[in-house]
């Protein structure tokens, strides 16, 4: 994993050279360059337990236009200005006690992922709407770390060492495709906006559907104020943001386990996940110019039967070149 991100950071140097994809009249290319870090980790609000901790590593820059992995994703309506980027992500998931160097029967598997997303990202300034695609190529098992990242990180912390690691998901691939649509439904200037979204996964890791309603309130740069998308004004934006989603799960294999393989040596049986979940998050974003920061905690009700709602926090970090 932390090869990848070295990968992906030692590609700065030669997108910074690189032309972009041949010009698009009725679809342009954002000029935007942007690289963001997340971490997040339940350890903000004192557990260890379900998802644990995780990472994204994001790349936007108009050279990864010419991937040919372009043709996979929708581009939007005309008139769309576009984004391409590369996301790297890994998430990791314990049951409840780590502590147990045994199965804990009806309790979450342990499981890690790492996938690369690759997405592109149509924004409509006249119908203040968004829609991003994304094509997702990873693996999920013991090949992604998580045994060995959780164990080292509560050593140097003084946590308890995880024993349940080697009854974890089996290696097996990661191909998925995911559909975001985004559209501002109500907003006052740069103090206030509502927006509603509906996203779709289809794939091997996860398949869902799900809608949502975002708020965001304070100062701050409105998300289809300007088909310019380098103007940074204000150059202090400090909002608050709100969100509320329900998801319907097709397939998690976080606790059903892949479909590739069948040697998993614990699973959850398909009757055992909840199949509506409830999602909210709410956070902060200070930015000035090309730096940003949040800081968001998110919650989600019980994913399966049995368990318990959970919490966790996550900060981020963003710089535009």
Do not use: C
């Amino acid at each position: 994993m932390r090869l990848l991100f070295l990968v992906l950071l030692s590609w700065l140097p030669r997108l910074a050279d690189a032309a972009p994809a041949p010009a698009d009249t009725l679809r342009p290319l954002s000029p935007v360059r942007l690289l963001r870090y997340t971490y997040a980790n339940d350890l903000f609000f004192r557990t260890d337990y379900y998802f644990t901790q995780g990472m994204t590593l994001t790349l936007v820059h108009p050279a990864l236009a010419r991937l040919p992995v372009r043709h996979l994703l929708a581009a939007g309506p005309a008139g769309s200005t576009q984004q391409h980027g590369l996301t790297l992500r890994y998430d990791g998931f314990t049951p409840l006690r780590i502590q147990d160097a045994f199965i804990r029967v009806g309790d979450r598997p342990y499981a890690a992922y790492l996938y690369g997303s690759f997405f592109r990202i149509s924004t409509q300034p006249v119908r203040r709407q968004r829609l991003t695609t994304a094509l997702e190529i990873g693996f999920i098992g013991p090949a992604a770390g998580g045994k060995e990242l959780q164990t080292a990180i509560h050593r140097v912390t003084g946590n308890a060492e995880p024993r349940g690691w080697d009854f974890q998901v089996r290696n097996a691939p990661i191909i998925g495709y995911r559909v975001v649509f985004e559209k501002q439904v109500w907003a006052i200037g740069r103090n206030a906006e509502w927006l509603a979204d509906a996203e779709a996964s289809l794939g091997t890791l996860y398949t869902y559907g799900s809608t949502g309603l975002r708020l965001r309130a304070g100062q701050f740069r409105p998300s289809f104020a300007t088909s310019n998308p380098l103007d940074r004004s204000p150059r202090w934006q400090l909002y608050g943001e709100a969100l509320l989603a329900g998801r319907l799960i097709g397939y998690d294999a976080t606790l059903q386990g892949t479909l590739f393989a069948n040697n998993d040596p614990y699973t959850l049986a398909a009757s055992a996940v909840r199949r509506a979940v409830l999602r909210s998050s709410g956070g902060v974003v200070l930015s000035h110019g090309e730096l940003s920061f949040s800081a968001t905690a998110t919650w989600v009700a019980p994913e399966f039967e049995g368990s318990r709602s959970h919490r966790w926090g996550q900060l981020g970090v963003a710089v535009a070149f």
